[in-house]
Structures are given as C-alpha cells and as structure tokens.
C-alpha cells in the first residue's frame, strides 16, 4: 500500500508544479500584454503626433496653479470620462465619425477653450466649475474618436476589451504626466519673471487660440478632401 501511494503522491507533485508554473506563465503574460498596451498609450499622448491633445490640455490648464490641483483634477476627469467613452464606442465600431472632420473638430475644441479661459479674471474666480466640467467631458468625447483612430488599426476584432482597457490607463497616465509638468513649467514662468495668474493664461490662451485656429482651417479644407 505504501508503494503505491508513493507514484501517486509523486504524480500530485507534478501536477501541483505544472498547474503553478501555467499559473506563473499566464500571469506573465497577461503583465507583459498590459505593459505592451499601456506603453502605446503613454506614447501617443506623449508624441509628436498627438501635439493636439497636449494643447488642449495645456489649455485647460492655462489658469490653474497646484493650489487648485482640485478643480484641475475635476476638469481632467471629465475630459477622462468623455474621451474613454467614446473611445470604447469607436474601438468597438458602435459609433464612429469622418477622421478629417474629427480632427477638425478636435482643433475647434481647443480654441473655444482658449476663448473661455480669456473670459476668466486675475484670480479665475468667474470660472463656473460646473460649466467647464460639462465643457470638458464634451470636448473629451470628440478627443475620443482621435484616440480611437489610432488603437483601432493595432487591434484584432476578436482581441478588443483587454488592449482597449490597457490603452486607455496608458492615456490617462500620459495625460497627467502632461499635466503635471504642464503645471511646474507655468508655475516657474509666474514666479521667474513675476507673473499673475491672468497675465500668463492671457499670453497661453491666446498664443494657443491663434494656433489652434490656423491648424483649425487647414483641417477644415482637408474634410472635402477625403
């Protein structure tokens, strides 16, 4: 009885190593997958190419300072909300838009944000929460579909849900990246040449709403195009 409990004690050991080892390799694998979607989408936000995203951003920011990390934190969770939306919408081929018109769109986002904040006084106090985070999340939705453009020519059709959520966390942490230095860059300029808050957002906005609208035009005659 001994002797046969001993292969069979010995077959359990190998099954409880096998099971652990395909338990190990899988976890691996889904980490190494995570990673793989993450770092897009850090590197998109953080590229060259999404050089639009990051004014819109630098816009919303504009009239912020870290003693107001609060509201910021709102207004960027809105634009989160908006563009997860329809990213997820556009990815999954539930709603999509022209890309032509969505890239116009993007740019006509960012001047009227530009707008808004030169309508802000020294201590932005005229800024209603309420009204931006509904402006955000809007905008946000547009800034979705451009993401969308981007993931959906990586994807599988039967591969969608897991690249879609790792992607998207990538965005969100390039977007505070962004944010962050976005904020300690302004932060130095107001105390290195004595700046008041509306003196700066005056010269950000405007600076980006001129940019913002030459890049708004091209885009436009591009929609007739495709």
């Not at 004690?9 to 395909?22: D, E, F, R, V």
């Not at 116009?104 to 944000?113: G, K, Y």
């Not at 451009?146 to 990538?170: C, Q, R, T, W």
Request: hydrophobic residues 55%.
């Amino acid at each position: 009885e001994h002797k046969n409990s001993s292969p069979n004690s010995i077959g359990n050991i190998k099954k409880i190593i096998l099971y652990l080892l395909y338990f190990i390799l899988t976890k691996i694998t889904i980490l190494h997958n995570f990673y793989i979607w993450f770092s897009t989408g850090i590197s998109h936000i953080i590229n060259w190419e999404a050089y639009d995203h990051v004014l819109f951003l630098f816009a919303l920011c504009s009239i912020y300072t870290f003693r107001q990390w609060r509201k910021l934190l709102l207004l960027v969770t809105a634009f989160t909300i908006g563009h997860s939306l329809t990213l997820a919408l556009s990815v999954l081929h539930v709603f999509t838009l022209h890309m032509p018109l969505v890239e116009f769109l993007i740019a006509v986002t960012i001047v009227i944000t530009c707008l808004y904040n030169l309508q802000v006084n020294n201590d932005g106090a005229d800024r209603k929460t309420t009204t931006s985070f509904w402006m955000a999340a809007f905008f946000g939705l547009i800034h979705g579909l451009g993401f969308a453009s981007v993931l959906k020519e990586m994807l599988f059709d039967d591969h969608i849900y897991f690249p879609l959520f790792a992607f998207n966390v990538g965005l969100e942490a390039g977007q505070l990246v962004v944010v962050l230095l976005l904020l300690t860059v302004m932060h130095l300029f107001r105390n290195l040449f004595h700046l008041k808050p509306y003196s700066l957002n005056f010269f950000i906005s405007t600076s980006i709403a001129v940019v913002a609208f030459v890049v708004a035009v091209n885009r436009f005659t591009l929609i007739f195009h495709h």
